[in-house]
């Protein structure tokens, strides 16, 4: 099991910014793929943000205002996110994939909400 550790959310106005943190108990370089997801209230876990195979992929509804980063010497990735908008209120959670043997296990954080209002 990947431990991960979540920090960095809060309440923000339209079109402020947050910065996401992770950080996993191993080395990330050990991880297949390392992002994140959000779930609103009675709606499904989106990904939001992901980091697989050196690649970065966003959701449409992210592009252009969210970054994923990543630092490999502490373990931890970010997610910046600017110009936040009030459909982006979610809760927002770490997900780590990790090969072990041939079976792919999922890794989640505990969640940190996000909330975008007047």
């Known amino acids: 099991q990947v431990q991960l550790v979540e920090s960095g959310g809060g309440s923000v106005q339209p079109g402020g910014s947050l910065r996401l943190s992770c950080s996993a108990s191993?080395?990330?370089?050990?991880?297949?793929?390392m992002g994140w997801y959000r779930q609103a209230p009675g709606k499904d876990r989106d990904l939001v943000a992901v980091i697989v195979g050196g690649q970065l992929k966003y959701a449409d509804s992210v592009k252009g205002r969210f970054a994923i980063s990543r630092d490999n010497a502490a373990n931890t990735i970010y997610l910046q996110m600017n110009d936040l908008k009030p459909e982006d209120t979610a809760a927002y959670y770490c997900?780590?994939?990790?090969?072990?043997?041939?079976?792919?296990?999922?890794?989640w954080g505990q969640g940190t909400q996000v909330t975008v209002s007047p």
């Open positions: 191993e080395s990330i370089f050990s991880l297949a793929a």
């Open positions: 997900n780590a994939r990790k090969y072990i043997g041939r079976t792919l296990n999922e890794n």
